[in-house]
């Protein structure tokens, strides 16, 4: 069941095996798979508001409305980020339930935005598990649980998705939805086109088999034209119905407390001026806030670097200095061209009547282009192993078939175009950065937000792999399959390096996958803040299951590996209650 206000919950006098904290992407997994037995009792603690009812959450292509400065967003901002000339950018992250799975839009196309579903590749999982000395995180024992999380779905027209994915590699009796667009569109053929005329860009029938380098169809995660979240999927009515399963929404952890000697008892607030309420739970309390609201928690609770808890008048609990760091996230650039055509998202952004039959048509059919996110394709490359800035850093991919940079391809721009033109999008990210950065307080003022640090661009690497990774963009637009279509690119007028890196710096932000802060290590390393079992060193009675877990950050993006973490958990987190 769903509570809105915990007057209802403590009515019925419950006590609780396990409570999760936040209902996000990996939190509604372990709420649903520990809630399959019917012995044990849940209670998922959400911050945010319910995402039932709300459109521009449902409709796929409707959510550049979720976020940001929204009700369902927590609207942080970064510090002034050095490698991106002191800018502070948006920072979003969902504030509902579903978490960021609810809100995965940020891709601003007036009525497009993308619901991504990439895993990553084999080496990228085969890195977890060598760092933290467990075989369990390596891709192949992770397989089961990918096509576990997955139910393959048809796309929204129904068209022969033949040649498009490997039916080998996906899971068809899941609970997240994947499938391909369903509505097709008209630079599609041009895409597959230009990966046989181009060196470089293979054609990948799958980019989730684990060997993602090369171009490919995009996965996303929609059935029947409506976005499928972890709360329209993990949650479902036939799930929200078991009798031990419950959801209380506005319900804001501010700390998790220890008590006899176990940190089993959280605090949390629903009225933002009002006394902070307590539960506790008789087995675990699963942090699962995310990447900036666990660590957020954790260090708030006094469990972090005591001396800088200290200094800000946080009382230490537990010494574990690594909470807050090591995080990573995904530098973008969005990079346009002007084209040669009047087919592309645009036309019906810059046409009132024409965005109403869009709509029209979503809502009597559930097809049109409202099914789908904007980009049709992506593309998943390396820059050359030998390039010197490898000699003197390092190479930050997890290895020879791990990219280092995406394309994702669209039929139009992305952000909010301008008034006039049409346009064709070869947005370039930095998926394998060596750049880390920190989540770390100022205050001891519990409904504070944190600082965010991604430090983007704060890798020479990363700055070098971002120029090359604009090169290859410009690079694929000049394949015969673009001929007579694109014209000039939007905004970029840079022709050396310096200027493709002033153009970089001034212009490049997030693609929102933040990860790392709460990271594993080896059972017996002073490092890391969770064992490999995600139960955190030191303590009693408390894990943590969401993407401020992972070590390394995958070559993807992210909600994928939020799925696989949370579907391991919850076996993990089983076993030791049998
Ligand atoms: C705008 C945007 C677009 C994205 N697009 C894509 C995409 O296209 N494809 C893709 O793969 N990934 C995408 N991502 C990334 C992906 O959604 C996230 O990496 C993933 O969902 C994170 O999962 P999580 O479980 O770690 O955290 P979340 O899903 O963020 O869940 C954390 C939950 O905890 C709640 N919470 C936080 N603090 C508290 C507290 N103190 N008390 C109670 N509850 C709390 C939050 O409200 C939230 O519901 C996007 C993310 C954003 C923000």
């Given at each position: ?110 009525h497009q935005y993308y619901m991504v579903y990439t895993r990553g590749s084999k080496e990228d999982f085969n890195r977890w598990a060598a760092v933290t000395e467990d075989d369990g995180w390596s891709w192949d024992n992770l397989l089961p649980y990918m096509t576990k999380n997955e ?69 996303l995660t929609v059935k029947d034209g409506e976005r499928s979240s972890s709360a329209t999927s993990y949650l479902a009515s036939q799930f929200l119905g078991r009798p031990n399963l419950y959801v209380l929404l506005n319900a804001r952890v501010t700390r998790v407390l220890e008590t ?159 008034p006039e033109g049409n346009f064709l999008s070869v947005v370039p990210v930095v998926v394998s950065p060596a750049s880390r950065g920190s989540v770390t307080l100022n205050t001891n003022d519990l409904l504070a937000d944190p600082l965010i640090n991604p430090n983007h661009l704060g ?120």
């Amino acid at each position: 069941a769903i509570l809105e206000n915990v007057a209802d919950l403590n009515a019925l006098n419950l006590t609780f095996d396990f409570i999760v904290v936040g209902g996000g992407t990996a939190g509604n997994v372990v709420a649903n798979r520990l809630s399959e037995n019917p012995n044990h009792k849940i209670l998922v603690l959400e911050a945010g508001g319910s995402n039932t009812g709300v459109l521009d959450i449902i409709v796929p292509s409707f959510c550049r409305e979720a976020t940001p400065n929204t009700a369902q967003d927590w609207n942080y901002t970064t510090t002034p980020q050095v490698g991106l000339n002191g800018r502070s950018i948006a920072h979003n992250r969902g504030f509902v339930l579903g978490g960021s799975s609810s809100v995965s839009k940020s891709f601003i196309v007036e009525h497009q935005y993308y619901m991504v579903y990439t895993r990553g590749s084999k080496e990228d999982f085969n890195r977890w598990a060598a760092v933290t000395e467990d075989d369990g995180w390596s891709w192949d024992n992770l397989l089961p649980y990918m096509t576990k999380n997955e139910i393959w779905s048809p796309p929204a027209d129904n068209h022969n998705t033949a040649g498009k994915f490997d039916p080998a590699v996906h899971g068809f009796e899941g609970i997240t939805a994947v499938s391909l667009s369903g509505f097709p569109t008209p630079i599609d053929s041009r895409i597959i086109a230009a990966t046989s005329e181009l060196e470089g860009y293979p054609f990948n029938l799958d980019m989730n088999s684990g060997n993602p380098i090369g171009v490919g169809w995009g996965q996303l995660t929609v059935k029947d034209g409506e976005r499928s979240s972890s709360a329209t999927s993990y949650l479902a009515s036939q799930f929200l119905g078991r009798p031990n399963l419950y959801v209380l929404l506005n319900a804001r952890v501010t700390r998790v407390l220890e008590t006899s000697g176990a940190v089993r008892t959280v605090e949390f607030v629903q009225d933002l001026n009002g006394e902070p309420l307590t539960l506790t739970a008789t087995k675990e309390v699963i942090l699962s806030a995310g990447s900036i609201g666990t660590p957020n928690i954790l260090l708030h609770s006094g469990i972090g670097n005591s001396s800088t808890l200290t200094t800000l008048g946080i009382q230490p609990v537990h010494n574990l200095p690594s909470v807050g760091q090591n995080l990573s996230d995904h530098t973008l650039l969005f990079l346009s061209f002007l084209v040669n055509s009047t087919n592309t998202f645009e036309t019906a952004v810059h046409n009132a009547t024409l965005a109403a039959e869009e709509f029209a048509q979503w809502n009597t059919s559930r097809t049109g282009p409202l099914v789908d996110n904007p980009l049709s394709h992506i593309g998943w490359l390396r820059v050359p192993n030998n390039s010197p800035v490898f000699e003197q850093f390092g190479d930050p991919s997890a290895g020879p078939n791990t990219p280092h940079f995406e394309l994702i391809i669209a039929n139009g721009m992305i952000p909010p175009p301008p008034p006039e033109g049409n346009f064709l999008s070869v947005v370039p990210v930095v998926v394998s950065p060596a750049s880390r950065g920190s989540v770390t307080l100022n205050t001891n003022d519990l409904l504070a937000d944190p600082l965010i640090n991604p430090n983007h661009l704060g890798s020479e690497v990363d700055v070098f792999i971002m120029r090359e990774a604009v090169k290859s963009a410009v690079r694929f637009t000049t394949a015969p399959a673009w001929d007579d279509y694109v014209l000039s690119a939007v905004g970029l007028n840079a022709t050396t390096d310096a200027e493709i890196d002033a153009f970089v710096r001034a212009n490049a932000a997030t693609i929102y996958h933040p990860v790392g802060t709460a990271s594993m290590s080896p059972r017996s390393a002073a490092w890391g803040v969770v064992d490999p079992d995600l139960r955190v060193k030191g303590l009693t009675g408390l894990r943590v299951v969401d993407l401020s877990v992972v070590p390394f950050i995958p070559a993807a993006h992210t909600q994928a590996a939020a799925y696989i973490i949370g579907e391991r958990a919850s076996d993990l987190i089983k076993e030791s209650w049998n």
